[in-house]
């Protein structure tokens, strides 16, 4: 075992397992996320919301061309926008770690402050049904499904975000071209400009822009994932639609929210300004697909912060700015250590439980991030990496100014906080590297990863079978409860708001539990298929024989190195060919060929004898028949020799 992992390298890279389309759902997650601070911002200034979101979307897309661009010219750096930044910065001796743990600290809070979300949203459509909410055992559980998928798989992770993604993009489109629609052409409307818009002082632009960025700026996620794809290229393609798909996301559905979310005594409430927006062209359904809509950003914004920050340590490891433990990657391409750290760090957001200060602190470190990548692409302005180098350079003063007087604005206490934590962060990992416990050492998770598997499946399987049955029966239970209550309930507007919760949180629940007991064991019959693979293709190589495999036709489909000495052909060029053409006696298919027989074979002006060993197919769907072909000609000369003396 020793010498096994001194063979092994200890720093691994991430596998290229995500398609093109898994990334493009990543990507999107920021689109999405404009449902969690527009209604905030929109309560709060009403019309003239539009300022702040108007520049904030001139930025946004000029950011998501630049990090393109940043991407291509390093196509294999995982984490994205930070990691870039953090490159920018490399001269400048820990100010490129601190922005990146900024950027980091934006992120991962977010698990925390959707989990609350979500909790809320569903304790307001159970709690008339008389049903007590578990606060906090919703909120814990959120957290902890999101990164029990991600420490399943990357692949795991990024489908059931594509599935998420699709119809959450879909319905915040149609909300913002639909209610455009209704507004421009709708007899009904109340006009498509408004009828009145006051000034806005500097100070209150600078303190809602500040909120603002945190969703506004967060429409490149798609970078974070470039070392994944399986198709880089796509992935930093999408970046251009995703840069052109801001304007009428953030512009065209505060426009619908600044024209049709106007009852008074609403306040910043996500679910009635929404609805009170969304009613006039969605008619009845707009609960129900309200509320769809705000869990499927929650779930999304979750599962994305799990693969996001784990890709920034791991990167900052990789480039030995932070502990060599967030460079262990899993065999299936799991970042465990960094996984572990941001869930710890998650749930300490979620104990301070004030989250208005939690998005406070995080928005002060994301936007520092920012601030320092727009500095960065100003020092690099003569590189061909830079695009906007004069605008990076108004963006980063802007965006000071906007810190400091919009940060003010909220609290100092929560500025303060905010711009020092990654500075805790970073001397935190300082004190993990030189602390001897195993676990903050990469060659304690290489021995575990390469340790021989134990064999407890008949316990695995009661586990899977017991935890199935509990699923089932409390599913049932729950909506048998549900279904009693809602007899008694004649609003089905409302009924149908608690099934889309239902719908939505169940589903991620379900993929969970998946995550935990079945999948894992698909992974380890895929792993061990791959592997019996890898053995056999290596005795093929290694093996003095020449050994073809065969369809059910006899046409050669793959070839052993040593077939080109024997048939003096290339092995590739083998391929395609049926076998008779090389033994003229070999009629019919292969099932109707003898076992063993002696073929003579023309090599080198001369005749060699040849022996045919063949196999019979034990899958009969999937008929294959490996061929064994061994030169015999000097043990038969040997025969003759011996016969004749």
């Known amino acids: 075992m020793a010498t096994d992992l001194l063979k092994r390298p200890l720093v691994a890279h991430l596998p290229r397992s995500l398609s093109a389309m898994e990334t493009w759902g990543f990507g999107l997650t920021g689109h999405v996320g404009w449902i969690g601070t527009a209604p905030i911002v929109h309560a709060a200034l009403g019309p003239k919301a539009i300022f702040v979101w108007l520049p904030g979307v001139i930025v946004s897309v000029l950011l998501n061309l630049q990090v393109q661009r940043l991407g291509m010219h390093w196509p294999n750096i995982a984490g994205g926008t930070p990691n870039y930044a953090a490159r920018l910065l490399k001269n400048f001796y820990g100010l490129g770690s601190y922005v990146a743990i900024g950027y980091f600290i934006g992120w991962v809070a977010a698990p925390a402050i959707y989990a609350i979300v979500l909790t809320d949203l569903i304790k307001v459509n159970i709690e008339p049904l008389g049903i007590t909410c578990p606060e906090t055992l919703l909120k814990i559980g959120f957290i902890a499904l999101a990164f029990i998928v991600g420490l399943s798989g990357t692949r795991a992770l990024g489908i059931l975000h594509l599935f998420f993604v699709i119809p959450a993009i879909g319905l915040l489109v149609a909300f913002c071209f639909q209610g455009l629609g209704w507004?421009?052409?709708?007899?009904?409307?109340?006009?498509?400009?408004?009828?009145?818009?006051?000034?806005?002082?500097?100070?209150?632009?600078?303190?809602?822009?500040?909120?603002?960025?945190?969703?506004?700026?967060?429409?490149?996620?798609?970078?974070?994932?470039?070392?994944?794809?399986?198709?880089?290229?796509?992935?930093?393609?999408?970046?251009?639609?995703?840069?052109?798909?801001?304007?009428?996301?953030?512009?065209?559905?505060?426009?619908?929210?600044?024209?049709?979310?106007?009852?008074?005594?609403?306040?910043?409430?996500?679910?009635?300004?929404?609805?009170?927006?969304?009613?006039?062209?969605?008619?009845?359904?707009?609960?129900?697909?309200?509320?769809?809509?705000?869990?499927?950003?929650?779930?999304?914004?979750?599962?994305?912060?799990?693969?996001?920050?784990?890709?920034?340590?791991?990167?900052?490891?990789?480039?030995?700015?932070?502990?060599?433990?967030?460079?262990?990657?899993?065999?299936?391409?799991?970042?465990?250590?960094?996984?572990?750290?941001?869930?710890?760090?998650?749930?300490?957001?979620?104990?301070?439980?004030?989250?208005?200060?939690?998005?406070?602190?995080?928005?002060?470190?994301?936007?520092?991030?920012?601030?320092?990548?727009?500095?960065?692409?100003?020092?690099?302005?003569?590189?061909?990496?830079?695009?906007?180098?004069?605008?990076?350079?108004?963006?980063?003063?802007?965006?000071?100014?906007?810190?400091?007087?919009?940060?003010?604005?909220?609290?100092?206490?929560?500025?303060?906080?905010?711009?020092?934590?990654?500075?805790?962060?970073?001397?935190?990992?300082?004190?993990?590297?030189?602390?001897?416990?195993?676990?903050?050492?990469?060659?304690?998770?290489?021995?575990?990863?390469?340790?021989?598997?134990?064999?407890?499946?008949?316990?695995?399987?009661?586990?899977?079978?017991?935890?199935?049955?509990?699923?089932?029966?409390?599913?049932?239970?729950?909506?048998?409860?549900?279904?009693?209550?809602?007899?008694?309930?004649?609003?089905?507007?409302?009924?149908?708001?608690?099934?889309?919760?239902?719908?939505?949180?169940?589903?991620?629940v379900g993929i969970g539990i998946a995550c935990w007991t079945t999948l894992p064991q698909i992974a380890a019959i895929d792993d061990a298929r791959q592997k019996a693979k890898n053995i056999f293709i290596t005795t093929l190589d290694t093996v003095p024989d020449t050994i073809l495999v065969l369809d059910e036709k006899g046409t050669i489909r793959q070839a052993n190195p040593a077939a080109k000495e024997l048939f003096q052909i290339n092995t590739q060029h083998l391929l395609g060919h049926h076998l008779n053409k090389f033994f003229s006696n070999l009629a019919g298919r292969p099932e109707q060929w003898l076992n063993r027989s002696e073929h003579t074979l023309e090599c080198y002006q001369s005749l060699r004898t040849i022996e045919l060993t063949i196999s019979q197919p034990s899958i009969l769907n999937f008929q294959e028949y490996v061929v064994i072909v061994r030169d015999i000609t000097e043990r038969k000369q040997a025969e003759v020799n011996i016969r004749d003396a």
Not at 236 to 264: C, D, E, K
Not at 488 to 500: F, K, P, Q
Request: with cysteine; net charge positive.
């Open 183 to 508: 507004l421009a052409f709708s007899p009904n409307s109340p006009g498509f400009f408004p009828s009145s818009l006051s000034s806005l002082s500097f100070e209150e632009w600078a303190k809602w822009f500040f909120i603002s960025t945190i969703s506004a700026y967060s429409c490149e996620t798609a970078s974070s994932f470039v070392a994944d794809s399986r198709r880089p290229g796509k992935t930093l393609r999408f970046l251009s639609w995703s840069a052109w798909l801001i304007p009428p996301v953030f512009i065209g559905g505060s426009w619908v929210l600044m024209q049709l979310a106007t009852r008074p005594g609403m306040g910043d409430n996500l679910y009635l300004n929404l609805v009170a927006a969304a009613r006039p062209f969605w008619g009845q359904s707009a609960s129900f697909l309200v509320t769809l809509l705000i869990a499927f950003c929650c779930l999304l914004s979750c599962a994305t912060a799990v693969a996001n920050t784990s890709r920034i340590l791991y990167q900052l490891a990789l480039d030995g700015q932070l502990s060599p433990v967030f460079t262990v990657v899993s065999p299936r391409g799991v970042l465990e250590p960094a996984l572990i750290l941001t869930f710890i760090l998650s749930l300490l957001c979620l104990a301070w439980g004030d989250i208005s200060h939690v998005v406070v602190v995080a928005g002060t470190s994301y936007l520092s991030s920012i601030i320092g990548l727009h500095f960065g692409l100003w020092l690099r302005r003569s590189e061909p990496q830079v695009l906007f180098p004069w605008w990076s350079l108004a963006f980063f003063l802007v965006e000071a100014i906007v810190l400091v007087i919009g940060g003010f604005a909220w609290g100092w206490y929560d500025l303060l906080l905010g711009l020092v934590l990654p500075v805790f962060i970073l001397m935190g990992d300082k004190l993990l590297r030189r602390f001897p416990f195993a676990p903050f050492h990469p060659q304690w998770w290489q021995q575990r990863y390469y340790a021989k598997p134990s064999s407890k499946n008949q316990d695995f399987i009661m586990l899977q079978v017991l935890v199935l049955v509990l699923l089932i029966c409390s599913s049932t239970t729950i909506g048998w409860v549900i279904s009693g209550k809602l007899d008694r309930t004649a609003n089905s507007e409302y009924n149908g708001a608690l099934l889309a919760v239902l719908l939505v949180t169940l589903s991620f």
